[in-house]
């Protein structure tokens, strides 16, 4: 294959651990032996990258005040003596509600917002890199953020409720919210990253005469760190937003996240002149589905995973056969050799759906068993908050306590070990939430229909709704156990040029169960919620052994590659191997300069 140019351009800074970098000389190159020896410390961080963390939280903050408040809006009527706003009376243990279309309805339209807000940003991803640039692409993703946000709060009048003719500003602002996340999603922490201009590691002294390592990887780490934390602060604001519906209605419930959202547009505004901006570099995206759909055509659906799929699919295959007239390719064999490691490096993904319903249930079906519990005046949906709680909380036990520990004792707890025992805890969280549900319909006063909107007595189980806080806790923290070792080894094992495609294929797994929860809409109703929890717990535990059996050898390539790399070492937090490139991950062809940075580590609630 002929040399490619590694010349970067102009108006960009070379990738870190680029090979064409580190070839060179530069002011602060560290030696082999300081590369070994000498403490690692983070840069210092621009105040834009502060700046850009508060535009995500004002984001999320937005959106997360008004995700939990969907199911309530639609599954439950206006209830009965109520201000007329949606709030129940004082002291009532009636749910907020507004349309009252059931569960049913209501499951439809909030795994529709969310699989539109998960499956976008494949599409919104790829146009910020091959036309729009991610700025400019943001700020438009903010201007339909806002006009989501207007409509929102018109949909909470109470003559627009009385008449019930708010159904239509408020499908409208549910669909337009979730295509503006679509757009905001995917270039955000790259915009982030793309601040941290430092690419290189570089010796310096400090003020105390101490000589270390200014190193990129350290600072990317405590960038992201604080991006992550105020993502999942912005994600409290439901908590405000769910007492705003339980005593005062819906227009203060969707006031609260139009009044987070003003200060983007001025955020955005100052922002602008002081960011560091690349141009839309080009996309390989394009070029990925026509190599899938070149092994499709060739190979048929039966060969997927087999061995020499991805090779028809290969220029000099395709020329070998004669077919170049019929598959016209814009790519090289190395390329396509990148696209089907991708995929096998992220074919642990594929096992993600199931921890993501067992963490909070089959599409609302949570939500819909808390309208069955003692709520003694918490809103009911403010109890899925103990899921950002304890991420919040358990990370640093982990990071800190657990690993640290699990080194100084010799005891190799590998990337695979960790995800397996995340996937183990989700499936306990379903085990609880099928055993909550199930004594919930024993003491129901409607039986075995306690969700749909039940008048009997008090209309709830004398069982106390704070009970739910322990699958959503164990939810929380299995997430901890899978996403952070997943995206190591996506990221260590996937080409760099096709870091872009993990972030899309890691999205599109979220999007996966909301598919299988809005497919699964009919059924996630009563009576039948005990089995949509216990039958999905139940996959789950299947899959979790299946899981560990498949994917085992990982961790012991992951430890021959450590002990072979120590450059590449993989701290606590499983960030090392992820910006820089290894024996695993090298390829020919180099990413375009706007996806040199791209998402890393990020959660499902980004």
């Not at 410390?41 to 939990?68: D, H, K, N, T």
């Not at 249930?361 to 918490?378: E, K, N, P």
């Not at 009997?456 to 959503?472: C, H």
């Not at 495609?501 to 979220?510: C, E, K």
Request: aromatic share 12%; glycine share 10%; with cysteine.
């Amino acid at each position: 294959m002929e040399k490619m140019d590694h010349t970067p351009p102009s108006d960009s800074h070379p990738p870190y651990l680029d090979p064409y970098v580190m070839e060179e000389d530069y002011d602060g190159k560290p030696t082999e032996e300081e590369m070994k020896t000498l403490r690692r410390v983070p840069g210092s961080i621009p105040l834009v990258a502060y700046l850009i963390c508060i535009v995500e939280f004002c984001e999320r903050a937005s959106y997360y005040g008004v995700q939990p408040l969907l199911t309530n809006y639609v599954n439950r009527p206006l209830p009965a003596g109520g201000n007329g706003y949606g709030a129940p009376p004082e002291g009532d243990q009636q749910t907020a509600g507004a349309l009252g279309l059931g569960t049913v309805a209501a499951n439809a339209v909030g795994n529709s917002f969310s699989l539109l807000a998960y499956s976008l940003p494949l599409f919104f991803g790829w146009l910020a890199d091959a036309k729009t640039g991610r700025f400019k692409l943001i700020c438009w993703g903010v201007l339909v953020f806002g006009v989501a946000h207007v409509l929102l709060v018109s949909a909470g009048s109470k003559d627009l409720l009385a008449s019930g003719n708010a159904k239509v500003p408020f499908f409208l602002s549910v669909y337009t919210l979730s295509f503006g996340a679509g757009m905001f999603k995917p270039n955000v922490s790259p915009l982030l990253l793309d601040q941290v201009t430092t690419t290189v590691p570089k010796v310096i002294t400090m003020a105390s005469g101490e000589r270390v390592i200014e190193d990129p990887e350290s600072t990317t780490e405590r960038v992201m760190l604080w991006f992550y934390l105020l993502i999942n602060i912005g994600g409290f604001m439901g908590v405000a937003t769910s007492y705003a519906e339980k005593y005062v209605g819906w227009w203060l419930a969707f006031l609260i996240p139009l009044i987070l959202y003003v200060p983007l547009p001025l955020l955005l505004w100052f922002l602008y002149k002081r960011l560091v901006l690349h141009p839309p570099g080009g996309s390989n995206l394009g070029n990925v589905f026509c190599v899938l759909g070149v092994a499709l055509r060739r190979a048929g659906l039966k060969k997927i995973g087999r061995k020499g799929f991805w090779d028809l699919a290969k220029p000099s295959s395709i020329a070998a056969a004669g077919l170049e007239s019929k598959y016209k390719t814009t790519w090289n064999d190395e390329f396509v050799e990148d696209v089907r490691r991708t995929f096998q490096a992220t074919g642990i993904f594929c096992f993600f759906p199931i921890q993501q319903m067992n963490d909070a249930g089959i599409g609302s079906s949570a939500s819909f068993l808390s309208t069955m519990l003692r709520t003694d005046g918490v809103p009911n949906d403010v109890v899925q908050n103990f899921n950002s709680l304890c991420i919040i909380a358990m990370a640093p036990v982990l990071n800190y306590g657990l690993y640290p520990l699990l080194r100084r004792g010799n005891i190799q707890y590998g990337p695979i070990a960790r995800i397996t025992t995340g996937l183990a805890l989700s499936t306990l969280g379903g085990v609880a939430y099928t055993v909550l549900n199930a004594y919930a319909y024993k003491l129901s006063p409607c039986g075995n229909y306690g969700s749909s909107d039940c008048k009997i007595g008090s209309g709830v189980a004398d069982i106390s709704i704070w009970w739910m806080a322990i699958p959503y806790a164990i939810g929380g923290i299995s997430e901890l156990f899978i996403n952070v070792p997943a995206y190591g080894i996506a990221y260590s094992r996937a080409p760099v040029n096709m870091r872009g495609l993990v972030s899309a294929i890691n999205l599109f797994s979220t999007a996966v169960s909301y598919i299988i929860g809005l497919a699964a809409s009919s059924v996630i109703t009563d009576p039948y919620l005990t089995w949509d929890f216990g039958g999905v717990a139940i996959a789950g535990g299947v899959l979790t052994v299946i899981f560990y059996f498949t994917f085992r050898h990982i961790d012991d390539e992951e430890y021959v590659l450590t002990a072979k790399q120590e450059e590449y070492e993989m701290d606590a937090t499983g960030t090392r191997t992820i910006v820089g490139e290894n024996v695993l991950n090298k390829s020919a062809n180099r990413p375009a300069p706007i996806a040199d940075n791209e998402e890393m580590m990020i959660s499902q609630k980004q």
